[in-house]
């Protein structure tokens, strides 16, 4: 892909950047969590995988605000709700009060944002 094709908004960038970190993240997880064990762990990757792609694709795209923003609440939700896991699991402690459950509801809250987005009427 050249330059010229590559989108260049900083919420795209952020977009590409948090689905690579993510399946990074993820991959890493999964085998800490072949070797290790912890459910926690498994969770979180497993979370961290299957939302890499979408990250990707709507960074890519290069798509309307409201697609973005609701994968930016889905980052938000995303960082809350393994942040919580991982930090259980590794630290021993929840990240803060009610952070996971934060992040789940703010990730429901983004899906639904996405879904939102394809009613939106496109702009000329």
Known sequence: MSTAEYPTSGTSRILVLAGGLCGAAGVALSAA???LGGAF????????IMHAPVFLAIGLLGANR???AGSLILLVGLVLFCGDLLARNFI??????????IGGTLLI???LVIAASALMRPRP
């Open 109 to 111: 809250g983004g899906w």
């Open 33 to 35: 969590a072949a070797h």
């Open 92 to 101: 021993g402690s929840r990240l803060f009060p009610m952070s996971a459950p």
């Open 41 to 48: 762990v498994g969770t979180a990757a497993s979370f961290l």
């Open 66 to 68: 409201i697609l973005q």
